[in-house]
């Protein structure tokens, strides 16, 4: 499915690094035009330099809403359309419940939850008209909780929540909702964990088994948006073979 993408216009948020900037590279080698959003633009200018295909890249807060109609805005201003949102922008601050720093649940629900709400929110118009896609990068954390990780899950099961209601809401006009669940991924998630002991864990995790790539979601996420009109690849669940 090379070039499977040709004249598609896509949004990625968080596309700076991991397997944001894998899934925008992967989207313009497709043939697609993308448009990448981060808070780190100096590392955008880094991914245009590497992609083949126009690549526009986006200022973008993804907690801030006007931020994100600003960047939806621009994106439909460059290219005329809107086919794809892929709501990729996460933080994973991992802890205990007990005696937590809870401005680390903000910025987590903030980020992942409203975040990715407020994407949806300022694309939908532009992917009803195109009968589009949204695709949500969640997490096996969407599906069972774990020691340790109870905010960052209860976003990724709020993700769950919202997405298959958006389902409901705009299937039936063509737009599609794909939720990603990606296992262990080797990027910089891991290390906004501020708490010592969940940061060893995380790095034991890793070195315990063969992580996936970003490549390897970029991969799913090219295929599920490549599907024809009919088709809606509506979850995805991808875990690393050492992984249980
Ligand atoms: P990274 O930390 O490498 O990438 C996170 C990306 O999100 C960065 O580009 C970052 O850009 C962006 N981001 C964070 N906060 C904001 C914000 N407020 N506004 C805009 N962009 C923001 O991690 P991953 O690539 O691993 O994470 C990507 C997604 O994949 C996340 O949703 C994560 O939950 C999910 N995921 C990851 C897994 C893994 O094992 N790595 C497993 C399952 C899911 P910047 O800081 O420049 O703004």
């Known amino acids: 499915t090379r070039r499977s993408l040709e004249g598609k216009a896509i949004l990625v948020t968080g596309a700076s690094s991991g397997i944001g900037r894998e899934v925008a590279l992967a989207l313009s080698a497709a043939g697609a035009r993308v448009a990448i959003g981060a808070r780190r633009v100096d590392r955008l200018e880094n991914l245009v330099a590497s992609a083949h295909g126009e690549v526009l890249p986006l200022q973008l807060d993804v907690t801030d809403a006007e931020s994100v109609q600003r ?3 621009e994106t439909v ?15 994973m601050q991992s802890g205990l419940i007990l005696g ?5 649940w903000q910025r987590m629900i903030d980020t992942n939850l409203l975040g990715s ?8 118009p532009h992917l009803l008209a195109t009968k589009g896609a949204v695709v949500q990068v969640s997490s ?6 774990s020691l340790g990780s109870g905010v960052y899950a209860a976003t990724k099961f709020g993700i769950s929540a919202f997405s298959e209601s ?56 090219v295929y599920a948006l490549s599907q024809p009109e ?15």
Do not use: K, W
């Open 71 to 73: 960047a939806v805005g």
């Open 77 to 91: 201003g460059r290219f005329g359309r809107l086919d794809a949102l892929v709501n990729n922008a996460g933080l």
């Open 100 to 104: 937590a720093d809870v401005r680390e």
């Open 117 to 124: 709400m407020y994407a949806v929110h300022a694309s939908l």
């Open 140 to 145: 096996t954390a969407a599906r069972s909780a």
């Open 166 to 221: 958006l389902r409901q809401e705009v299937t039936r006009r063509g737009v599609r909702v794909i939720v990603i669940q990606p296992g262990f991924v080797d990027t910089e998630l891991t290390s906004h964990i501020t708490d010592p002991m969940m940061q060893a864990a995380a790095a034991d995790i890793a070195a315990s088994m063969r992580t996936l790539r970003p490549e390897d979601i970029a991969e799913a996420i």
């Open 230 to 244: 009919h088709v809606s690849v509506n979850e995805i669940l991808v875990r690393p073979t050492d992984q249980v």
